[in-house]
């Protein structure tokens, strides 16, 4: 079978050595993922991106990947939905057959935001139904074992590999609206808890991010975001929201050598916004 092939872009060379490391990010082209992938290509990582994007948001896309490509590092582009089974296992493959034998996946960003905002209860609009608690849990939580298993088993991952998923303040406080992706958000840090309890063996360490609340598209989509804004602004002893890339520079650190002993854990980065 002939081998497919990714398109040609320049090899990064640090410190005199090929990188071979690469970083997956599931959700990249906006808000947390893109401002992670910017950070991450900053410091030499290749960059795998995997979005669903409308076309008429492509020529933006495109526009920040080459602003990535222009550090030196190879980016590959993918708008596929992130959730189907069949192109999760089909962009695997591919990956498997075209990464030369020496590079890996170190970086597993789990970023999806794709979830219903009804409210629970509601006199005169639709309310949660059982279907949109499962599709909910299934992008914003369970999708992560998705990847995760399947990398695994077509062994990409790198001796050292970091996950890094995304939560919030809604996995202990009530906020109205957001009732099922609260619930993914719990079951996210129990799954990202076990990921790095069982596949510790092989060398996976993850964690999950509590980022404050920050402005991104998907926030804007939150009912009432307004007041949540303003409530954070209040609680916030820094006297500013967060910035993704308050939660890349966050990201970073994690890939560190340093943090090599840090896993199963949620970490804060919100300038203080919780501590009240």
């Known amino acids: 079978m002939e081998q497919k092939s990714f398109e040609s872009d320049k090899d990064l060379s640090q410190e005199g050595q090929e990188q071979t490391s690469w970083a997956l990010i599931l959700g990249g082209s906006q808000g947390l993922g893109l ?7 900053g410091h030499g990582y290749h960059l795998i991106i995997v979005h669903r994007d409308r076309r008429t948001d492509l020529e933006e896309i495109r526009h920040d990947l080459e602003e990535m490509r222009s550090k030196g590092v190879q980016v590959k582009s993918f708008n596929i939905d992130a959730l189907n089974n069949e192109k999760r296992r089909d962009l695997i493959s591919r990956l498997g057959e075209t990464l030369p034998a020496d590079h890996s996946i170190k970086i597993l960003i789990h970023s999806i935001a794709k979830g219903s905002l ?11 139904s059982e279907q949109d608690f499962k599709i909910t849990l299934d992008a914003m939580a369970l999708s992560l074992y998705d990847w995760v ?13 970091r996950i890094v998923a995304f939560t919030s303040e809604g996995n202990t406080k009530a906020i109205a609206n957001y009732g099922a992706v609260s619930v993914a958000k719990v079951a996210l840090e129990a799954l990202v808890r076990n990921i790095a309890l069982e596949f510790a063996p092989i060398g996976i ?3 999950c991010i509590q980022a404050g609340v920050t402005v991104t598209r998907s926030f804007e989509m939150i009912p009432g975001n307004a007041q949540i804004k303003s409530n954070a ?3 916030n002893p820094n006297n500013r929201l967060t910035m993704p890339e308050d939660v890349a520079d966050a990201v970073y650190l994690l890939t560190l050598n340093e943090a090599k002993w840090i896993t199963g854990t949620v970490i804060k980065v919100d300038g203080g916004e919780s501590l009240q």
């Open 233 to 235: 602004l209040k609680r």
């Open 149 to 161: 298993k399947d990398l695994v088993k077509a062994n990409l991952f790198a001796a050292d590999t």
């Open 205 to 207: 360490k993850a964690n």
């Open 118 to 128: 009804k409210p629970m209860y509601a006199q005169d609009k639709p309310t949660l």
């Open 35 to 41: 401002a992670t992938a910017r950070k991450l290509a």
